[in-house]
């Protein structure tokens, strides 16, 4: 192993710096030369490459964002962008590349990998949608953001008596909603894994509730619709008015909670470990605590299950 | 004096908790029978009184949002309203009434004591947009709110070289605005009372900075426009894409800060001492740290002076 | 099934409100009728019972500490301590007991069910030793506060190069003071589990590290030794300056985490489901998302196995 | 004027780098050439100076700590100290100071401006100890700081029904503790300013309070006495058992609020600006929103005055 080259690509999630961290201190702690790429994908095609040591990484850890910076990766998804990308990474003698990122980075470092590279994925998305696996880097401190926002609505809500809709992201899964949801007390949550419940969440929320509850918060995925849809809705089928809260990109910000930062300092670690042992081709992860290494190709192909038993939860719950 | 009696009226305001604490407490403190009126102006008119005690009070402070609820006040701008309200507190032996909230509930105070009671005006409100008081209860909270969010979105905007507007509540005021635009380091500000800037920002912004930044915020005041229509603004004109936040009624929510409850325990427990001195109609406030009580109907036709410095400060500091 | 009652017992942890509040709405929705003990066993045998109803666990669930309140069982551990407790409960009617707490809650909750009624416990504890599970809840509250606070303790050791010690809880264990050193990029972490260390950990403070680190941030738990025992050591043995932050029940508080929360929402209703299925005697948990239940009697005898690799990784890291 | 030096001196202060930012930012704006000194008054007798631009203080505002360093500054205070300064500030063409922080250090900065040099004090601390200035930078975060842990522990102390006692930084002064016990609902507050009140707040406590209240937050001024100290005189003369919180230095950490920012961003250009029109010797503050400039070596000799209604209002407020 020569030179290792670590890049975070797609939407950013927090913790990805807490990887970027672990990841080019293990390298070099092992003695390997460290590169950053700057820009994603991308950044490969540019040569923004840039040497790093143990201080590149220092403080990084507590923030946002990616130090590396990020780029969506569509050009490598032709063969073109493979090959190029390959001749770029072989003329800088780098073997080994370490990809961060949500499931299409993934994907990309799967193709990568079949140039000859050696490839690690680790997951990073704040919308916890990459098959096999139980939970993303950014997922908890994404969770931990929606929830200290709905706390705050409820202030107000309860205040006023009135029908709070959350817009909340997760791209075509309603994970993020649904555990956010039961976390912050939702009284409904809509998500696309549930599209045919809408009727009777409608109808249920026009009936109001089993007590004389005084506020409703409803979280809705943006997968399922937009809160502006849901809100012409309610308005129109039910006659309620209601206030919308769409979070946008806040949800991807904010200082990683400690167990995004555990995660990402373990798979980071545990990338580079594999990396050494000559494994590749393989997405890190944990189960039960315990770090797991499965197939970059198999994995990606597999359905994400939902848990029916956590989406009836706030129905008893929030009574 | 026999029985007091405090209300919440309008948009709640972070603190709003702790001042209805101080009146409370200071009432009780002075032997006075302190009365609760849920749900604002309204309340009165619909007899919604309470008896209050210490204990009604306790572990309030730290909470967003009004344990008393509110409304907005419009049937208190008619003589019939005032008339009501003023017979209905009659009947219960209320004498003199703590209203809190924003520059409309101080009006109606104003005209609830032209009808014979005492009324004491606390402002509070995140718009800070009473005339003839440099602060109001809750702006300090949001003004927390907002650069917490902006810090946020920076994050995610500069690992991915953006342009993020954020849309700040303010109703006619640039206030909160401009204030979050300071401390949050925006690189642009747009106000209703700078409504003539408006084309030479997107021209700056066209250009580009003075150095190479790699990001952009640009916050911008309901009042002046929203998020959406300077998205398409700047899509246009300026050939520049952005991401849009709106913040909507998270603004309002949240635990108080230090500042905001201080504020509010000091102005509450002020309000009572005035009406035992026997002073009524008077808007009560701070400045430079000492309590100061003015007239609400004159100060309420004041007009609102934007800083002209902190306005210009950013151009300097984002540079 | 006729009654069933929920109690918090030892010292308190963020989410047990939430637990509180899932295991009453659960037990509502299934039509049984639900009684508070306050005050932990201490208020079995006082008789500090009361009902409750859905809106009795409104709005806590966002709430530290426990409304239920409690307070440490040592009587229950003697024959006359439980012999009363059931009695008391008999009279009353209650023939099943949630008990949400740390170890010794779980080992009363064991010695309870011995009289013949059904409990089931919940592990709720901030320093995470409780044999058989992986994590209990309030440990990542309490994992987060840490971190948070090393954060804020970095800010200022980074601006006068300074070595600062910060004293973790854990009782016998060195769990908190892991995963918070580790999530909070501690140089070092000392650990009762790895007592021996001590001494090759001084002298690699002595040393410095391996390249000019301006600061040191030194994690000690308090099963280990305490933070001023450690300060003395390193003045003496070292020759080095440092500073002790010892964070105390500040560690204890605050608003619970979304995982908290969550994790105490499924845990108390699946309490509850289990107790109506007329299982007993059993501690309930989450192993890889999936809730499980365990024998209660069989599993505190258990040891807790620390994870080597997770020692080890700082070390690594903090290069 | 050519070169603009700026450094910071003393306990660091959240606000600090913010402050930092806006002075370089403004210089650079006015054109003038801007060095760093690293380390305080220290760093110049070292020599260790650096070149700032723009970039070099991007992205620190919202950051604790001092991004330049801090020291005491003893050496300052003798004639040797103060000419070595002046020759080496001479060598590098520097004819301008800016020092940010406490007491100490802005007599540093007057007996520095009496070698010749312009010197413009901007006051930060924690402390709030500054004669003459109503506020300094600092102070609303560490108030902030200290009132979240206060809601922390009385989530905890509500639980177990205990007396907690929490030590608060300010020096000699009790600013810190008193506003902190006012925003925190602190039941009791001992201040050095008030000492001969101790005796009378130990009996209220051995009473017990006006109604049954299950906990009391005690909040202690470290310039008062230790927590562990009135531990003990809680124990031996009122037979009170509490627990204590000493919260060291996690008090100067953590991101600025808003206010700070914003207080240091004024004060900062500010400075620059009186510099630029030949001022010199000064302190800049802001008085109700205005900014105002004192003269450094008249003011410092003021004696600060305690707000004797401030103290007197957790009386009637924590009934």
């Given at each position: 192993m020569k030179r290792m080259a670590v890049l975070t690509s797609g939407a950013d999630a927090p913790g990805m710096n807490a990887a970027i961290r672990a990841v080019v201190r293990s390298g070099i702690y092992n003695k390997i030369e460290m590169i950053g790429v700057k820009g994603g994908f991308e950044g490969i095609l540019e040569e923004r490459l840039e040497s790093m040591d143990a201080a590149s990484v220092g403080?990084?850890?507590?923030?946002?964002?990616?130090?590396?910076?990020?780029?969506?990766?569509?050009?490598?998804?032709t063969e073109e962008g493979q090959k190029k990308a390959q001749s770029i990474?072989?003329?800088y003698e780098i073997d080994?590349?370490?990809?961060?990122?949500?499931?299409?980075?993934?994907?990309?470092?799967?193709?990568?990998e079949k140039t000859g590279l050696a490839c690690i994925g680790i997951p990073a998305t704040i919308d916890?949608?990459?098959p096999g696996v139980t939970e993303t880097i950014g997922f908890d401190t994404a969770l931990n953001t929606v929830v200290d926002y709905m706390d705050r609505i409820r202030d107000t809500a309860s205040s006023h008596e009135k029908t709070s809709i959350i817009e909340v992201m997760g791209?075509?899964?309603?994970?993020?909603a649904l555990w956010a949801g039961l976390a912050g007390g939702a009284e409904n949550i809509l998500i696309p894994e549930k599209r045919e419940d809408l009727h009777s969440i409608i109808e249920e929320i026009k009936q109001g509730g089993t007590r004389e509850k005084r506020y409703r918060i409803i979280v809705v995925a943006e997968g399922m619709m937009?809160?502006?849809?849901?809100?012409?809705k309610l308005t129109k089928e039910a006659g309620i008015e209601s206030r919308v809260t769409s979070l946008g990109h806040i949800q991807r910000g904010g200082a990683p909670t400690a167990?995004?930062?555990?995660?990402?300092?373990?798979?980071?670690?545990?990338?580079?470990?594999l990396l050494l042992e000559g494994k590749t081709g393989q997405l890190v992860t944990v189960q039960d605590r315990q770090?797991?290494?499965l197939s970059l190709e198999d994995t990606l192909e597999q359905r994400i299950e939902m848990d029916e038993s956590v989406y009836q939860l706030p129905k008893k719950l929030s009574i």
């Amino acid at each position: 192993m020569k030179r290792m080259a670590v890049l975070t690509s797609g939407a950013d999630a927090p913790g990805m710096n807490a990887a970027i961290r672990a990841v080019v201190r293990s390298g070099i702690y092992n003695k390997i030369e460290m590169i950053g790429v700057k820009g994603g994908f991308e950044g490969i095609l540019e040569e923004r490459l840039e040497s790093m040591d143990a201080a590149s990484v220092g403080s990084i850890m507590q923030r946002g964002g990616t130090i590396l910076q990020s780029s969506s990766c569509e050009k490598m998804f032709t063969e073109e962008g493979q090959k190029k990308a390959q001749s770029i990474l072989h003329k800088y003698e780098i073997d080994s590349v370490v990809v961060i990122g949500g499931k299409e980075a993934l994907q990309a470092a799967a193709l990568l990998e079949k140039t000859g590279l050696a490839c690690i994925g680790i997951p990073a998305t704040i919308d916890n949608d990459v098959p096999g696996v139980t939970e993303t880097i950014g997922f908890d401190t994404a969770l931990n953001t929606v929830v200290d926002y709905m706390d705050r609505i409820r202030d107000t809500a309860s205040s006023h008596e009135k029908t709070s809709i959350i817009e909340v992201m997760g791209k075509d899964t309603g994970n993020l909603a649904l555990w956010a949801g039961l976390a912050g007390g939702a009284e409904n949550i809509l998500i696309p894994e549930k599209r045919e419940d809408l009727h009777s969440i409608i109808e249920e929320i026009k009936q109001g509730g089993t007590r004389e509850k005084r506020y409703r918060i409803i979280v809705v995925a943006e997968g399922m619709m937009s809160g502006a849809v849901l809100h012409e809705k309610l308005t129109k089928e039910a006659g309620i008015e209601s206030r919308v809260t769409s979070l946008g990109h806040i949800q991807r910000g904010g200082a990683p909670t400690a167990r995004d930062r555990i995660f990402a300092s373990r798979l980071g670690a545990f990338a580079v470990d594999l990396l050494l042992e000559g494994k590749t081709g393989q997405l890190v992860t944990v189960q039960d605590r315990q770090l797991v290494n499965l197939s970059l190709e198999d994995t990606l192909e597999q359905r994400i299950e939902m848990d029916e038993s956590v989406y009836q939860l706030p129905k008893k719950l929030s009574i």
